[in-house]
């Protein structure tokens, strides 16, 4: 079935996360220690729970496949949710260490500037991070993942905090070594910030939440359909990578079962060949005219 394979193309840009995450924290968190750079140290820290947060994804991604079951007759593509929500509560755990490892730090009377071998490692880990959440999100796009739009999400967010620490190394060379401590409480709050979108994100899933101006959109697609009189109700939530959508239509009163049917299928064609929607459950009721009566 295509969703499972494009879950399965998923978990490839999972792995090369997990693999970046180890091969940069390893790099940054050596050249951290070494250079005496507070800014490449928390940014390390940080890539080390981006490899815990990945696993999680890889984790939900590959629950996600798993068939229907007696006890899972929709599949189990909620997992794919819920490990992008274990991913943020990584994220903020580490985000407030970082916080209160760099703020101890900026107050310390005996502050030396980093050696200048901390900024280049972090601009070269900051493009290497940038081409890794181009990859993802483009994947995550394609799939329709939310899991793997978290990862992309925090990939970004991990380029942002190298160019940060980059920038903060350079200004502590010119006299202000207080900087790569401020840039490193800089990078605790983004951290803090990527968590808690993320976080938001998969509550308002799991909890049946959708995007008003897509369900919008939804509508209007469906009204365009030959032989819909109108919309009388339409839901949408997410299931994972899926999209599960319920519309009551009516239609005249005059239609026999078959030509009502044709209607419905017309709908489903259009949502899958449109926005690539497989689950569309469409209730039909007869005009108000034959109601009234």
């Known amino acids: 079935m295509e969703i499972y394979d494009d879950i399965k193309k998923g978990e490839k840009g999972a792995w090369i996360s997990i693999i970046t995450y180890?091969?940069?924290?390893?790099f940054k968190l050596g050249v951290g220690y070494v250079s005496n750079s507070e800014a490449l140290l928390a940014d390390g820290f940080n890539n080390t729970t981006d490899i815990i947060a990945s696993i999680a994804v890889l984790i939900g991604l590959k629950i996600s496949r798993k068939p229907p079951d007696e006890d899972h007759p929709y599949g189990h593509f909620r997992a794919e949710t819920i490990s992008a929500m274990v991913a943020s509560f990584i994220m903020i755990s580490v985000g407030i260490q970082v916080l209160y490892q760099a703020a101890t730090g900026l107050f310390s009377p005996e502050i030396q500037a980093p050696d200048m071998i901390a900024a280049w490692t972090a601009l070269i880990c900051a493009a290497i991070m940038y081409i890794v959440y181009r990859y993802n999100v483009q994947l995550a796009k394609k799939i329709n993942s939310q899991a793997m739009m978290a990862a992309a999400q925090d990939n970004r967010s991990d380029a942002l905090v190298s160019i940060g620490a980059f920038i903060g190394i350079i200004g502590s060379q010119f006299g202000l070594p207080w900087l790569d401590s401020l840039t490193a409480v800089v990078v605790g709050l983004i951290i803090c910030k990527t968590a808690w979108d993320i976080f938001r994100e998969a509550t308002h899933t799991l909890t049946d939440g959708f995007d008003e101006e897509m369900l919008e959109t939804f509508k209007q697609?469906?009204?365009?359909?030959?032989?819909?009189?109108?919309?009388?109700?339409?839901?949408?939530?997410?299931?994972?990578?899926?999209?599960?959508?319920?519309?009551?239509?009516?239609?005249?009163?005059?239609?026999?079962?078959?030509q009502s049917h044709k209607i419905t299928e017309e709908i489903e064609m259009k949502m899958m060949?449109?926005?690539?929607?497989?689950?569309?459950?469409?209730?039909?009721?007869?005009?108000?005219?034959?109601?009234?009566?």
């Open 22 to 26: 180890i091969c940069l924290s390893i």
């Open 221 to 258: 697609t469906i009204e365009k359909t030959p032989g819909v009189e109108w919309i009388k109700d339409i839901k949408a939530r997410r299931h994972g990578s899926s999209v599960l959508v319920d519309a009551v239509i009516t239609v005249d009163h005059k239609l026999n079962v078959i």
């Open 273 to 293: 060949n449109e926005y690539r929607i497989r689950h569309v459950h469409v209730h039909i009721e007869p005009s108000k005219k034959v109601q009234n009566h």
